[in-house]
């Protein structure tokens, strides 16, 4: 039985501990929050816009930190150097982590990655390979390549010597496409920490201090156990960054001849012409935004214009076979393929030529049977023929599609069975609306 002494001895202890809670709760102030970008892709205008968007939005909306978790191959130039601009004027401190595990920061990485304030990796990451190439993903040549590459050895070493990272290792990495494992890369100072999960890296680096890009500032990281808010690309953005695909960007560029093509050789079906239109302006979207060779985009143009004049010329198929070759080259210089990041799969672009090849067997077949019809003399022999209306005016008779009226002006409704009456002035077809039979 307690005695009154140990109960209130019991309530004292009790009251201390909870004013010792409520006074740690209050002296800690609010969670920290760190927005977290997933950025598991190519560097391109598209991904640009979305990390920078992304890294204002966490400044703008007062977070505390910004972590990039990163896997990238690389990418294009002017794209890199806009997230790395973002990045050293970002006002809160930028985190780049390197992971999940079997991750890389390849080539455009490295800067984006030398960029950070803190930078980390996961365990079974690499890092590095920033050697510049042109944009076919060649070896630049000559005095050019001594400019672009003592150019690119500069600009990454002051990225590490800002941030007291190993400015040797940077030189070798864009002279000597030198790539490390995280382990190494932590050893040789090119990195700050390995951390499995970006928890447990907000854990290790609490405390951990770092200046501004302006150098007025000096940041003290207190972000264990910090609200992570991750974001990932739009679906909007998605879409944008599917359209730039090479293999993408060809397949809407044969669609796009193909439905013009065919409105060329039977104008009035409207449908082939519009898919191929907005083909078309979806495939120059993606060519606009990615370097490209002008050798492959005139071979498209003239694989197109052979497509277009087989019907229309008597070449026994040898026009068919030059388009196909135009097609074939064409696709695959037209970004330029060897040890660029983007190239078109050749196992594609030969499965979209069989499909325009049988496309085009089949066509030529067609006009081969028409020219082995009996000839027919004068516009009268068309006289007694029927045939089905198309449009408002508009009549298909033989598979050709001639300008038309009815009888006493009746409307011709879309697909009505006619018969021709007369022809009027060599262009017109006087017709009668018949009515369609059934067994």
Known sequence: MKT?????????????????????SASAGPQSRVLAIEFENDVNPVTADYVTDEIDRANRDGYDAVAILLDTPGGLSESMRKIYKKELASEIPVIVYVSPNGARAASAGVWISEAADLLAMAPQTNIGSSTPINEGGNNIQSDLRRKVVNDAAA?????????????AWAADAVRKASNLPAYEALRMNVIDFIAPS?????????????????GQRTFVLHLEGAQVDTVQMSFWKQILDTLIDPNIIVLLLSVGTLGIVVELWAPGHIFPGTVGAISLILALFGLSVLPISWAGILLMILAAAFFAAEPFVTSHGALTAAAIVSFVFGSLLLFEPAGSAYQVSLPVVIAIAGVLGLFMFFVLAKIVQIRRRPATVGMQTIVGERGVVRREG??????????????????????QEVEVEAVEDGLTLAVRAVEKTTA
Do not use: C, I, M
Not at 155 to 167: M, P, V
Not at 397 to 414: I, N, Y
């Open 394 to 415: 508009y009549v298909a008779v033989h598979g050709e599609l001639w300008r038309a009226h009815a009888d006493g002006g009746a409307p011709l409704p879309p697909g």
């Open 4 to 24: 009154p002494f140990v109960r209130a001895f019991l309530a004292l202890f009790a009251g201390v501990a909870a004013f010792l809670v409520l006074a740690s």
């Open 198 to 214: 970006l928890p447990a890296l907000l854990e290790k680096t609490d405390g951990y201090r770092t200046k501004s890009a302006d």
């Open 155 to 167: 600009s990454l070493q002051a990225l590490a010597k800002y941030h007291d990272r190993n400015t």
